[in-house]
């Protein structure tokens, strides 16, 4: 991988349940210097994605778990978050239900 207009090459791996809005791509490339960075270049390119990620304040939506090399990403300043070249982000979908 390499870097673009310095900023790190990233991968998020999409859940299956949001492959339909990547066209069924699991892992996705994107450059960006912080986590915002990154969900921003993923939502321009996959507009179904918007939605899904962050809420219309522009914080990460509640009901997604962001994890940044195998740790979740919370609180506001989650999208502050700088990256480096090769991290991977992952997205899972909040699962509750029951009492």
């Known amino acids: 991988m390499t870097e673009s207009d ?6 998020f791996a ?3 349940p949001y492959r339909r809005a ?3 791509e ?7 210097a ?21 809420t219309e304040s522009g914080d990460l939506n509640p009901f997604v778990n962001v994890y940044l090399n195998g740790a979740r990403l919370h609180g506001t300043n ?9 991290d991977r982000l992952v997205i899972m979908p909040v699962i509750g239900g029951g009492h």
């Open 6 to 11: 310095g900023r790190p090459t990233v991968q």
């Open 14 to 16: 999409i859940p299956a």
């Open 22 to 24: 990547t066209g069924g």
């Open 26 to 32: 699991a892992v996705v490339q994107v450059n960006a």
């Open 34 to 54: 912080s986590v915002g960075d990154a969900v921003a270049a993923l939502r321009v390119r996959y507009p179904d994605m918007a939605a899904r990620l962050v």
């Open 78 to 86: 989650a999208l502050d978050r700088s990256l480096s070249e090769g």
